[in-house]
């Protein structure tokens, strides 16, 4: 089990190192360097401007001496203008530059600067972070619970007139992606086209989130989630109702409601049990979608600023977050699994 | 003209969509009576759920194929704006009394409906090739990593697994944008991409016929002088800044707008992963089976057993993930849409047509509700279409 673990961290730090890349090497193409020095200098900047800014930035040096800087191993960019003023990648202001350190990468704990919201990276990462967070509480604590109970009852008694209806709302639901819920639950329900109970916009949810201001964000994105797990949920169940111990419990004459509640369940809920980690990962889009529908400043709006601006290390640190808890979801999904089903070894 | 009452627009619609309905009704027609010499599409009419999801599908396909190549079924150009009509409200007739905006204008003052009909004409093409195109990749790799194993089932499950760590929407981000277009990247991609429906198709000449090269030889020829220009018309781009630029014009058949490849190639991108996984999963189970060690023995080759003994017999639940994986492609289009990525700001396609009216949405709903009924019932057709066809497949 410990090898195991140790075995997915590598791969798990492999995969991240080759997508920050990936992502290194597309925001450090030329057309996109050169969108930002003219977003960030000036509109009007002459092709010869544009190389000479690039290149006292330090965004001209060969791709791989940029990522090194950027993860720490190699040192960071200098540069010393006509007036011997030295300026670089690891001098911040109001720091002399004898006085900074020669690396200042991830390794050293430094994630660097966004461009596009002017600040530090690991400040932006974690306030978005806590705001999104606590979107998603909400989003499982009200997706999870009703997509189990949905998948249940649908799958408690299979093909019966209960089956046919909560399997029509899954399938719905899985084929609503959030911005049409978005957009028909803002008509609907925030809009004088419907009655105008909730607000359709979660920016004072930030840092007063209520009823009025948060129940339709949760609700756009638990929907679209709902409808995979109760149909996971429903397909696991049924596999179990038709189980010969099921059959068992039947024949010595236990009650329908003790057979759901005492027998199957327990073993019908290993199956979604991954599906709900695999399905955290999805979220983080449906995320995107809302933050930007309802204008949520969280993680997703920021991937969106930094990805709208050519952020380079905000989107970095984005990628970076987003790959970690993807992988982890998966580590933990396989942990789990195990510990929920004993019949599995891991060898 | 007056403006119409909600009955008369339902009439005027419904009249407007006859060419539709015939179609449709001829489909259901022609398909149910000969259904028991159809294999799998027929039995597809036996179940309701499968026929109303089929029913949907086929409503979005004749309605694409009437509206884009005929000009059917629309009431006004998509383009087509009359100033006063801005925001106008369902059912209300044009100032000069040539008819009606159906389901009301937008915020430029075009027709909602003709837009919404017209609209779904990108969708129609774009979803169900990019995810073909996926399918192809994803079998072309799928297969071998499944049943070889070893060194390269490692490898290219790393690189699956790679992609699919990233998230959809950073990584469209990354890829359809203006500067990344420039670069000429795209290209390149489709360059790569494309060139597995040619491997697909030589390889499954090839290890059917290649004991019979009298047969083989004429045939790979064939297939590649098609295929062949095909792919390079596909890839390469007359223009300015266009990357790849082989072929002559003359011989330029196809000529994608830009906009739309890089769509197009990011859609396949990202549904390839999943579709090798698949494969992969599939064939890893299926090459235990004793059929296949038969093969094995009577010397047939690996790619032989593969995509002759292997692939025919995963194909039931390879159609219908391919049903699925078209809505969700769909909606991956109107995702990219809703974000203002790829298309242009004016395509009439349902995602852009969200977002352009999304900023009004509380004041002037219809021009954001129409596009994304649209797109929730095409989906919604393609998911029961998937759930019929399973129901039916599983009966075998």
């Not at chain 1, 991240?16 to 509109?43: D, H, M, R």
């Not at chain 2, 790679?162 to 990344?180: C, D, G, N, Q, R």
């Not at chain 2, 018309?233 to 890089?262: C, E, H, R, T």
């Not at chain 2, 352009?356 to 989906?379: D, E, K, N, T, W």
């Amino acid at each position: 089990m410990g090898l195991f673990i140790l075995r997915r961290l590598g791969i798990m730090i492999l995969t991240a190192l080759c997508l920050t890349f990936i992502v290194f090497w597309l925001t450090n193409l030329y057309p996109n360097l050169e969108k930002l020095a003219k977003s960030e200098g000036n509109q009007r900047m002459s092709d010869t401007e544009v190389v000479s800014w690039l290149a006292e930035r330090g965004y001209a040096q060969p791709l791989y001496v940029k990522y090194g800087e950027w993860l720490g191993v190699a040192p960071g960019f200098t540069f010393t203008n006509d007036d011997g003023k030295t300026t670089g990648r690891c001098i911040n202001s109001g720091v002399a530059a004898e006085d900074a350190p020669s690396y200042c990468g991830i390794l050293q704990g430094d994630w660097g600067r966004s461009t596009a919201l002017d600040d530090e990276v690991s400040n932006i990462v974690a306030n978005k972070l806590s705001l999104t967070g606590y979107l998603m509480m909400w989003v499982l604590i009200v997706m999870v619970p009703s997509a189990l109970i949905i998948g249940v009852l649908a799958g408690m008694s299979e093909g019966s007139r209960t089956d046919r209806s909560l399997s029509t709302v899954s399938i719905l639901s899985t084929a609503t992606p959030e911005y049409v819920s978005g957009v028909l639950l803002i008509t609907f329900f925030a809009s004088g086209v419907g009655w105008k109970i909730f607000k359709g916009s979660a920016t004072t949810a930030m840092d007063n989130p209520t009823l009025e201001n948060f129940t339709l964000p949760v609700l756009t994105i638990s929907l679209y989630g709902m409808g995979y797990i109760a149909r996971m949920t429903r397909a696991s169940m049924t596999e179990v109702m038709t189980a010969q111990y099921i059959r068992t419990a039947r024949l010595k004459g236990l009650g329908f409601r003790t057979i759901v509640m005492k027998h199957a369940l327990r073993n019908a809920l290993i199956a979604p049990f991954t599906v709900i980690m695999l399905q955290i990962p999805w979220l983080l889009n449906g995320v995107v979608i809302v933050e930007t529908l309802f204008n949520y400043k969280g993680f997703g709006w920021a991937l969106v600023q930094a990805a709208g601006n050519n952020d380079i290390e905000l989107l970095l640190g984005v990628s970076v977050v987003s790959v970690v808890v993807v992988l982890l979801t998966q580590l933990i999904s396989d942990i789990g699994y195990v510990f929920l089903n004993p019949r599995i070894r891991i060898s | 003209m007056e403006t119409l009452s909600w009955g008369g627009i339902l009439t005027h619609i419904f009249l407007q969509l006859s060419p539709v309905w015939i179609a449709l009704i001829a489909t259901f027609w022609v398909s149910i009576v000969y259904k028991r010499k159809l294999g799998l599409y027929g039995k597809l009419f036996d179940s309701t759920v499968g026929m109303i999801g089929f029913a949907i599908v086929m409503f979005w396909v004749y309605s694409a194929l009437f509206s884009n190549a005929f000009g059917m079924l629309m009431t006004n150009d998509p383009q087509f704006f009359e100033v006063s009509m801005k925001h106008a409200v369902p059912g209300e007739a044009l100032p000069d009394g040539t008819g009606h905006y159906l389901l009301g204008g937008d915020k430029q003052a075009r027709d909602v409906f003709s837009r919404m009909i017209y609209g779904s004409g990108i969708v129609i093409m774009i979803a169900p090739l990019a995810t073909l195109m996926a399918f192809m990749v994803g079998i072309t790799l799928g297969l071998p990593a499944g049943y070889f194993g070893g060194k390269l089932d490692t490898f290219l499950s790393f690189l699956a697994n790679l992609i699919l760590a990233f998230p959809v929407i950073l990584l469209f981000y990354l890829l359809v944008t203006k500067e990344i277009v420039q670069t000429g990247l795209p290209q390149y991609m489709a360059a790569i991409l494309f060139l597995f429906p040619l491997i697909f198709v030589t390889v499954l000449i090839n290890s059917r016929f290649y004991t019979d090269p009298g047969k083989r030889n004429p045939m790979l020829i064939g297939v590649w002088l098609v295929l062949g220009w095909v792919y390079l018309s596909a890839i390469s781009q007359q223009g300015g800044d266009s990357a790849i630029a082989i072929l002559p014009s003359w011989l330029d058949g196809l000529d994608p707008d830009p906009n739309i490849l890089v769509v197009f190639v990011s859609v396949v991108f990202v549904n390839s992963p999943t579709v090798f996984r698949i494969v992969r999963g599939l064939t890893l189970d299926i090459k235990s089976r004793d059929y296949v060690a038969a093969g094995q023995t009577r010397g047939e080759g690996p790619w032989y057993i593969m995509l002759w003994e292997i692939l025919p017999n995963v194909r039931g639940p390879l159609i219908v993930d391919f049903c699925l994986r078209i809505g969700y492609a769909t909606i991956l289009l109107g995702t990219l849409g809703f974000f203002g990525l790829g298309l242009e700001t004016n395509s009439p396609d349902w995602g852009t047509t969200i977002n352009l009216g999304r900023g009004l949405l509380r004041a002037y709903a219809h021009p954001v509700i129409v596009p994304a009924f649209a797109l929730l019932s095409l989906v919604l057709g393609l998911n029961l279409l998937a759930d019929g066809l399973r129901e039916e497949a599983m009966k075998d």
